[in-house]
Structure formats: structure tokens, C-alpha cells
């Protein structure tokens, strides 16, 4: 502690603080660990961020509990109040929502201190607890038969697959996000139950693997696991028994890990939000066992996944997987942008990284994907939330319902609309941190010192603080200063008088003194437009207005599946794609885009967009903050060309794109291979087969054999189409379809990608069904060709066209 009295009692003693504290206390300051204030210190005023945590809150309590905690009461063999929900909860993913709805509830009560959340959170514990009791062995998840392949694994009986483990969808990961909940319970709700249950189900996950060796341990751990190293490190923190941080260790992949270290990207074609987890483990086991290296690879992967693999939301990915860095041409064509989980976890490694290491660079990345990407993935009227927000111009996103849809995305946009305190403040020594312009009340407990933040952010630059002391108190209010702001006028008033300083090398404004009840505070940050263009530097570009990024709606027409049915695959917003070829054009140089900008004076936050190639665009758009825009069709990024260039981008796109939209458009049903939720959702089975990636396409091939269940609603399914890799000589074409043979042929090695075609040779009784099982076989020591896309067209094809 540092002396109070006697440095508050004159000029002459002030000044001798003020030295004492530059020279001596900072010092002293940097060497204490950054720390953020409890949810529960922090209170939201009103704000787009304090109405989505409210239209969240609808979300929660229109829940219902019993029927998420089905799958735990059956897999305890315990009889279920209700049935489960439909969708990802009742078709392989059971009981993975439930750990999500635990964790969001938890941080909605340290929110809110409601109690009638509280009370939810209480409930859904001790039904949990009568499940653990119930399995005998610390066990517990929602997982279907689960307790079958836990034996199988216990034994080295290991089946790994990136998106499987023993014929089960991701266990692994299911049961992660039980843990997460447990967690969350303790820490944010203080219910002890709650930790004895965390406790015994990682004491029953050791035994589980004790008898396994680091090689089959490894083995597991390429099926999707979440981020169990984390928890495992967390109750490590808890307990301070080693071999819970030894338990964490095991469970850290060193295909992942072993690259970072050695500062190697290696992420292409990667599913990216398998991977973003494991390095939240890496991260706190780092700073818990004070591990550099894995410390540094954790900072590796953050600049780069942020740098060069993210996009102006902030988020990341197509189709859920990392594409190539220098080439973002699959981000502009996908109706699967970047995955909102995706940068849940991200934002969850930058709050990790910048406690360690307090500079603006992570809170720029912060905010910028809170604003652009994460507010955005809520209805802000209807509720409900996004999977995939696509960068494909013209284009729109899907919204969940609380009674359909049960996906990963939904699970993590509970948790996210409720923790929108968490960043806006910190806290080192005497050090109080201002990140974020989110209108909210601190309580600074430990200080005793209240701090009350008022604005119109963003629509108005500037941001109103004001103290609340029983004293005099000394600390030093650290203002971020934002990259995206006018840096020479930008303005502090302390009590309406201009106060002068400098931004430290961190990235923010420090300001020192003895504070007294009713000080003001008014921090000017004046915004300036700029572009942003797409990571890859092709000709695409979007704009931003300090830290909001700014979009055009385009629109609602089409907007097939706006509110999820239950189906496996309606996270997706399949509806009419707009060719990029009719797509507005920006006629320009990169260096003047910015030019074509205006403010419409009469309306904040509003711009308009000139300068359009295209005649029947000749009025120009009008801009606003992409979260404003609600179940439309969009456009973020903006092709650009010079004039001479125009015609031949035009003829290209519309080229290449037209066979695309003829094949879509016969097109029954489609999957990709070897990405996950295309797999998931057509209910893959398999026998000794792997996943590749290669030419920037996934693929999926095997020694055995595998299939799909293909969806032929309409029944007029009559042809199959199958493009794959004809690479390697030995290798054969062996289909089948609901169990008949239709070819059986041996590759020719030709490099590239090929496309088999055939009519499917059905009864009427199979063309009426459903589903049609479309099954490939290695055969004679001879693996299967690399399968890369399968469709069920119901219209003949051309190749040739």
C-alpha cells in the first residue's frame, strides 16, 4: 500500500507525489499484473450495446431449461421432464447448447444481479448435479451414449477424425462446453455446487485417459475439442493442484502447437474455430506455468490470424476455414463468410493477450470486431442470432429462432450480448483504463472510486467521464487513443479547461492527479472515413467512419430461410445469389475513393457513395454503420476498376460465374467435402478415411469407405455429380448409391480437378425417398480418389457449356 495522508496535504507534498509516483510508483505499477473489473462492476447505460444485452436477455428467458437439460437426464438414465430441442440438440450435438445457456445466464446475472436470473442459473446447476450423481463417476454430459465410446477410448480404442471420435459428432467438443459452463457458473455466479462439479468431472476426464499414452492422446485430440486445455488450466488456477495444469499440458495439440512455436503459418485451409480455442489453452497455460514460448506462439497466431486472415468486421474464415492469405477470392464469392464463433474466441485470446501486455493494438481489434461484427450478429428488434456473415456483395444473413435453431453460432451469441462490460475498463495499480466509448457506470470497488461514462458514441466523437470519490483520491485515468481518430485534434477537458498531454508509446493519454467528487472529464476523439481493402490487396474495398464499419443495404428481396427452420443446414442464407457481375462498380484509383464519400449533414453516422460505373447505379448509395442494417441484403466490400479495365472485369466475372449459377440452379442438394458442417449436415459415416486440402479446396478421401445422406426433399433428384482430384494413379472411382454399385473405375493420375457424372439409376421408390445414401469405396488395396464436391442435380448438365 502506498502512503495516503500526508501527500494530500499541501502544493509543496504534491508535488513531491507527483515525482515519487513518475519515478518511483509506475515502475512499481508495470511489474503488477493488469486486471480486469468483475461484470458486476460495471453497469451498461443505454446503447446499441445495452439494448442487444436486453434483446438477449428475451432470448435466455424464452429458453426453456428443462428441454436443453434432456440430453443430460438421458445419457444418466434418468427420465426427462421434456423432450430436447430439435435441430444440432438432437442430432448428434446433444447437450452442447445447454453448457452455452449456462455460461450466458451466468454472465447475464453478473450483468445484471437479477435474481431471477440467478435463480435460472441455480436450477440448471443443481439438474446437472442430479445427472453427475446419478452417472457415479464425476461423468456428465448430454453427449448420446456417450458412456460407450468414453469406455472405448479409455481402452486406446481411438477413432479420430477431425470432426468425429468413435462415430460420435465432436464429443470432445460437446462436452467442452459443459465444463465452460460449470466454470462460468462458480465464477460469475459464485455457486459452489457448481466448482465441486467441475472438480469431479476433470478428475473423471484424468482417469479417462490415464492409461493413454502422449502419441494416442494426440491421436484424440484431432477430433474438434474446444478449448479443454483451457479449462483444465482454469482449475489448475482453482485448486492449485498440478496435476490438473499437467491434465491441461496433455491436452494441448502439438500439430497446432509445435508450427507456432516455430513461427510457422500453417493455418491454410484449416478449420479456423477448431483451432482458435486450443491457442486460448495455449495462452493460459503460458501465463500460469510463465511459459514464453508458448506465450510467443499464442502472440504469433493472434497477429496473424488479425493481420492477414480477417476481414473488416473483424471475423475470419469462408465456410469456416482459413483461407489462403493471398488469395480472398473464395470471402468475396461465399454465401459463408466469416463464423461468428470464430471471433467470440478471437476476442477471447485479445482480452487474454492484453492483460499481459496493455497496448491499444489489441483494443483496436477489439472494438473494431465488437462494433462490426459481433453487435451486428443479433436481430435488433426480433432477437436472434448469425452463423456466417458473408462479405459476398449483395448478399444477406440468416437469423436463428429460439424454438429451430441450436447451432454453434447460437450457443456463442448467447454468451455474447451479455458481456459487453468486460472490456471497457482495467485496471493496474493505481491505473485506471479507459478502453472502450460504451456508455456504462465503474464501480472501482477496491479504490472507492466511481466512474460514470456518458455519450452518443458513436454518432457524436466525444466521451463524457465523471468521478465520484468520498475523498480526495490520487490515481491515473489512461484514455485509449484510437488509430482511427484525427490524432492533432483530438481534445481533453478536465472541468471545462483544455489539459495537455501526450500519448504514451502504449497508445493512451494519461492523466495524474488527485481526484475529487464531480470531476469531469470530456475526452474529444474526432473520427476520419477511411478505406480498407480486402487482406490479399485485390481490387475490393470497404469503408469506415472511426471504428464503425459503413455498408449500403441492397434491398430484401429473396431472402430465403431470413428465420431458421430447424433443418441441419438452415444456418445458411441459401437464398438467390446476386451475380458479382451486376454488382455496383467503383470507377477510381485506390488513392481517391475517398473522394466519392459525402456526410449527409441531416442524419449522423450517414454518407453517400458516388462514383458508381454503371448507369443504372448512377445516383450512388447511401452508407450507414453496418450493425444498423437488419435482415437486408448488404454490400461491404466494393469492387474497384480503372476505366479501361471495366469491360474485361465485367466479361471475366460474368464468364465464369454463369456456369456457377446454371449449376446452382439444377442443383438438388450440395456438399463440400472434408469441411465439417456440409459433412455433419448430410450425416457422414466413414471408415479409415482422412481429410486433405489441397489447391485451396478440401477434400475428403479413404482406405475404407465413406457416405452421405443426401437430401432429395422434392424427390426430383435424377442425376450425381462428383467433382474430385484425379492426382494419383492409384486410386479408384468406386460409388454406390442406397447400397448399388453405379462405377467402379481405377484413376489416370491427370492433375487438376475432374467431374464424374451419372444418371442416378433409381426406382421410383428411391427417387420418392427422402434421403439418397451416396456411398465411396476404396477397393483392391486401392484407396479412393480425393472427393472435393457432390451434388444431386435434378436437370441434365453439359460440362461442355
Known amino acids: 500500500m502506498y502512503p ?17 509516483l513518475f519515478l518511483g510508483f509506475n515502475a512499481v505499477a508495470q511489474n503488477e499484473a493488469l486486471e480486469y473489473f468483475d461484470l458486476k462492476e460495471v453497469r451498461l447505460l443505454e ?4 439494448k442487444a444485452m436486453e434483446k438477449d436477455r428475451e432470448y435466455l428467458l424464452e429458453m426453456d431449461a428443462d428441454r436443453l437439460l434432456a440430453p443430460y437426464l438421458k445419457e444418466a438414465g434418468l427420465v426427462s421432464k421434456k423432450e430436447n430441442y430439435p435441430n444440432w440438440e438432437s442430432t448428434g450435438l446433444d447437450g452442447h447448447i445447454g453448457g452455452h445457456y449456462l455460461s450466458a445466464l451466468s454472465l447475464l446475472y453478473a450483468s445484471t444481479g437479477e435474481d431471477v436470473i440467478l435463480a435460472k442459473v441455480n436450477y440448471f446447476v443443481a439438474e446437472l448435479e442430479r445427472c453427475q450423481k446419478a452417472n457415479g463417476d464425476g461423468y456428465l454430459s448430454g453427449i448420446p451414449s456417450g458412456k460407450k465410446i468414453w469406455k472405448e477410448i479409455a481402452n486406446a480404442d481411438i477413432k479420430a477424425s477431425s470432426f468425429g471420435l468413435n462415430d460420435r459428432w465432436v464429443p470432445l467438443y460437446n ?3 459443459t465444463y465452460s459452463g460449470l466454470r462460468d457458473a462458480y465464477i460469475y455466479t459464485g455457486n459452489d455446487k457448481a466448482r465441486e462439479m467441475l472438480i469431479a468431472l476433470t478428475d473423471w476426464m484424468m482417469k479417462e485417459v490415464s492409461g493413454l499414452n502422449e502419441i494416442q492422446i494426440q491421436d484424440m485430440l484431432r477430433s474438434e475439442h474446444g478449448g479443454l486445455n483451457e479449462i483444465f488450466a482454469d482449475v489448475y488456477d482453482m485448486t492449485g493442484n498440478k496435476e490438473y495444469l499437467k491434465l491441461a499440458q496433455k491436452f494441448s495439440h502439438k500439430a497446432i502447437l509445435d508450427p507456432l512455436i516455430a513461427g510457422q503459418d500453417n493455418l491454410n485451409g484449416m478449420h479456423a474455430n477448431t483451432q482458435i480455442p486450443k491457442v486460448i489453452g495455449f495462452k493460459r497455460i503460458a501465463d500460469l506455468s510463465k511459459n514464453k514460448q508458448w506465450d510467443d506462439a499464442s502472440t504469433f497466431f493472434w497477429k496473424n490470424v488479425t493481420g492477414k486472415r480477417s476481414v473488416a468486421i473483424g471475423g475470419n474464415s469462408v465456410s469456416e476455414h482459413f483461407n489462403a492469405t493471398d488469395d480472398f477470392s473464395g470471402m468475396i464469392k461465399s454465401i459463408e463468410g466469416p463464423e461468428t464463433c470464430n471471433t467470440y474466441n478471437m476476442l477471447k485470446l485479445t482480452k487474454q493477450l492484453y492483460a499481459t501486455s496493455p497496448t491499444t493494438d489489441y483494443i483496436e481489434y477489439y472494438e473494431k470486431a465488437l462494433y462490426n461484427h459481433i453487435l451486428t450478429t443479433q436481430h435488433a428488434e426480433k432477437g436472434g442470432f448469425v452463423y456466417f456473415t458473408p462479405m459476398r456483395p449483395g448478399h444477406y444473413r440468416v437469423y436463428s429462432k429460439p424454438e429451430t435453431s441450436f447451432w454453434c453460432c447460437v450457443g456463442s451469441g448467447m454468451e455474447n450480448h451479455v458481456k459487453y462490460g468486460e472490456m471497457i475498463y482495467a485496471h493496474q495499480g493505481n491505473n485506471l483504463y479507459v478502453n472502450l466509448f460504451i456508455p456504462s457506470k465503474l464501480n472501482w470497488t477496491s479504490k472507492k472510486v466511481k466512474v460514470v461514462q456518458e455519450n452518443n458514441f458513436p454518432e457524436e466523437a466525444s466521451t463524457k467521464l465523471t468521478i465520484d470519490v468520498e475523498k480526495k483520491t490520487f490515481f491515473s485515468l489512461k484514455l485509449r487513443s484510437p488509430k482511427w481518430t484525427e490524432k492533432q485534434k483530438v481534445k481533453i477537458l478536465i472541468n471545462g479547461k483544455e489539459y495537455k498531454t501526450k500519448e504514451d508509446k502504449s497508445g493512451y493519454y494519461t492523466i495524474s492527479r488527485d481526484w475529487k467528487k464531480g470531476d469531469e472529464v470530456v475526452f474529444q476523439v474526432p473520427m476520419r472515413l477511411q478505406q480498407e481493402q480486402l487482406p490479399d490487396g485485390s481490387d475490393y474495398y470497404a469503408f469506415t467512419y472511426g471504428p464503425v464499419l459503413l455498408a449500403s443495404s441492397y434491398g430484401s428481396e429473396n431472402q430465403k430461410g431470413l428465420f431458421a427452420d430447424d433443418s441441419r443446414g438452415g444456418h445458411i442464407a441459401n437464398g438467390q ?8 462498380i467503383l470507377l477510381e484509383s485506390s488513392a481517391s475513393l475517398l473522394g466519392h464519400i459525402k ?5 449522423p453516422l450517414s454518407f453517400h457513395l458516388d462514383g458508381i460505373y454503371q448507369e443504372q447505379f448512377s445516383k450512388g448509395f447511401d452508407l450507414l454503420p453496418f450493425y444498423k442494417i437488419q435482415a437486408e441484403r448488404y454490400i461491404i ?6 476505366a479501361e479495365k471495366v469491360e474485361a472485369l465485367q466479361k471475366q466475372r460474368a464468364k465464369k460465374e454463369n456456369q456457377e449459377l446454371k449449376l446452382d440452379a439444377i442443383t438438388t442438394d450440395k456438399l463440400v467435402a472434408g469441411e465439417q458442417q456440409p459433412e455433419a449436415d448430410h450425416f457422414i459415416q466413414m471408415e479409415n478415411s482422412n481429410t486433405g486440402y489441397r489447391e485451396d479446396l478440401h477434400f475428403r478421401d479413404a482406405k475404407g469407405w465413406f457416405s452421405y445422406q443426401m437430401k432429395n426433399k422434392t424427390g426430383n433428384a435424377r442425376y450425381l455429380y462428383v467433382a474430385y482430384f484425379d492426382a494419383d494413379a492409384k ?16 484413376m489416370k493420375g491427370t492433375s487438376g480437378v475432374s467431374v464424374q457424372y451419372l444418371q442416378l439409376p433409381l426406382s421410383e ?4 425417398k427422402e434421403t439418397i445414401t451416396v456411398k465411396f469405396s476404396g477397393q483392391d488395396n486401392l484407396p479412393t480418389s480425393k472427393i472435393v464436391e457432390v451434388r444431386l442435380l435434378d436437370t441434365a448438365y453439359n460440362l461442355n457449356e
Open 4 to 20: 495516503k495522508a500526508p501527500f494530500h496535504t499541501s502544493f509543496y507534498c504534491n508535488k513531491i507525489a507527483f515525482l515519487w
Open 47 to 50: 446503447s446499441p450495446f445495452s
Open 175 to 177: 462436452i467442452h462446453k
Open 577 to 584: 445469389h446476386i451475380p458479382l457481375a451486376e454488382i455496383p
Open 599 to 603: 456526410t449527409i449533414k441531416e442524419r
Open 637 to 642: 466490400y466494393w469492387p474497384k476498376a480503372d
Open 731 to 746: 486410386s479408384v472411382m468406386n460409388i454406390s448409391i442406397n447400397g448399388k454399385s453405379i462405377i467402379t473405375k481405377e
Open 765 to 768: 421408390v428411391d427417387y420418392a
